[in-house]
């Protein structure tokens, strides 16, 4: 949950319609590159920086770099925890039957053909340690239900495989390592070919003082179903692995098997 300092970074990101404006941009196309999110701005490009530079220091953006370019993406956890904190405890039926329903509109009328999913955890931790996590199988195999094994080369072939029984879930080649702060592999998790290639994963770890951002982006995305079922199965995986790095053990309950909100019976 945001804090009350952090809440009021996002309030003041949020009252300038400049910075509102950027946000809807990105909720209609994530991961823009500066020229082209803040293209037609009636204002300087140093101006427009600034902007952007609140909204990051807010929360609600999130850059990744691609090579030389910084690519923006929308981060609506902490609207989300607005909504936690003054509406979900009043209105949460009737909001999440309205939000199913948005859901499944915005899901048919999805228009880019390779969607990108972009999550950020914080973690109180050396990056060490969750470099280790990310790729150790006895680690992966405590918070995931599945051990990732390989030897983490570049052209190394990775499994992610069950604890229950060995069965490999998905396969895919380490194409990038660099410990203990970016680690990129594919994500293949059927035989199908597709299109523009497997779908592919970054971890970027970056240290700061006594805890580390973890980014997570996930992109060649074939379809919105896939979409729709990592957006829910990376939050709990990073979940049980946050908690067994500041605790010392997982969640209680493995947080994927916590069902969706059922709609509300009248909304």
Known sequence: MTDKSDLDEVFK??????????????RSHDGQP?????????????????????LVRAGL?????????????????????????????????????ISAIKARAEEHSM????????????IRATSEAVWHALTDAETTARYWAHANVS????GSPWEHRRNVDGVVDVTGTVLESEPPT?????????????EHGPSVVTFLVEPHEDIVRLTVTH???????????????????????????????VLPTAPWAVPAAAPAAHA
């Not at 607005?82 to 039957?97: D, H, N, V």
Request: charged share 25%; hydrophobic share 40%; glycine share 6%.
């Open 111 to 122: 228009t880019s053909p390779i969607p990108t999913y972009v999550y950020v955890t914080y």
């Open 34 to 54: 500066l020229g082209e999110l803040c293209g037609g701005l009636d204002m300087s490009r140093q101006s427009a920086t600034q902007h952007l530079d609140q």
């Open 182 to 194: 970016r680690l990129v592999v594919t994500f293949e998790d059927s035989d199908d070919v597709r």
């Open 13 to 26: 990101a949020l009252a300038d319609p400049t910075r509102r404006l950027l946000l809807d941009r990105l």
């Open 219 to 249: 992109e060649n995305l074939p379809n919105a179903e896939m979409l729709q079922g990592i957006s829910s199965g990376w939050p709990a995986v990073l979940a049980n692995l946050k908690s067994l790095l500041e605790t010392g053990d």
């Open 151 to 154: 030897d983490w080369q570049p």
């Open 61 to 97: 953006v999130t850059v990744v770099r691609r090579g030389r370019e910084r690519l923006h993406y929308l981060n609506p956890v902490p609207i989300h925890d607005i909504g936690e904190r003054w509406i979900a405890a009043y209105a949460a039926p009737r909001l999440a039957a």
